[in-house]
T-cell receptor, first 114, second 114 residues
């Protein structure tokens, strides 16, 4: 158990809908990262938040957004969903520094868009 | 952008055999990490490497940070059935902003025949 929690475990929705994925980092970790994992693209970095502020952006679509709240939990919002958004979404957290490399992953949310 | 080539893509071995896999990068990394992912689970951190030439072990696993800082290797000795899974390398750059993000290889799928 990495100490990172994610909810829900599974999500099934329809095209055009909007969903919110939630992540709670390990106790004491200030950075939260979001990744998308699909069969053909592997693990793709989406976005990083550090202590409530956006820190780095990766291949995140404009239809996707995220935020980190004062209690350090984070939410990833996916809107206008398309079939191609079906994937595993992982949250990871790391220690006190914004560039701490050791990231600990949650169990993931499997999103299926029908 | 930074790309990681991980090889082999898959391996099928007999229990007790040793395993080697590697990652090469088109650019220099300051940190290399190795993760293992079981089906339906999040990646689990195995080993972190911080210095060129560093050799680090974690039980039957040994990883090395290449001298050129553009590659890393993971060896598993005396494989057992629970070693089955996907092994990912990841590198972290040195610059600010998005350069601190982890770039992941596409993974090596390891199957161990009892």
């Amino acid at each position: 158990d990495s100490g990172v929690t994610q909810t829900p475990k599974h999500l099934i929705t329809a095209t055009g809908q909007r969903v919110t994925l939630r992540c709670s980092p390990r106790s004491g970790d200030l950075s939260v990262y979001w990744y998308q994992q699909s069969l053909d693209q592997g693990l793709q970095f989406l976005i990083q938040y550090y202590n409530g502020e956006e820190r780095a952006k990766g291949n995140i679509l404009e239809r996707f957004s995220a935020q980190q709240f004062p209690d350090l939990h984070s939410e990833l919002n996916l809107s206008s969903l398309e079939l191609g958004d079906s994937a595993l979404y992982f949250c990871a957290s790391s220690g006190r520094g914004p560039s701490s490399p050791k990231q600990f992953f949650g169990p993931g949310t499997r999103l299926t868009v029908l | 952008g930074q790309q990681l080539n991980q090889s082999p893509q898959s391996m099928f071995i007999q229990e007790g055999e040793d395993v080697s896999m590697n990652c090469t990068s088109s650019s220099i990394f300051n940190t290399w990490l190795w993760y293992k992912q079981d089906p339906g689970e999040g990646p689990v951190l195995l080993i972190a490497l911080y210095k060129a030439g560093e050799l680090t072990s974690n039980g039957r696993l040994t990883a090395q940070f290449g001298i050129t800082r553009k590659d890393s290797f993971l060896n598993i000795s005396a494989s057992i059935p629970s070693d089955v899974g996907i092994y990912f390398c990841a590198g972290q750059g040195s610059g600010g902003g998005s350069n601190y993000k982890l770039t992941f290889g596409k993974g090596t799928l390891l199957t161990v025949n009892p």
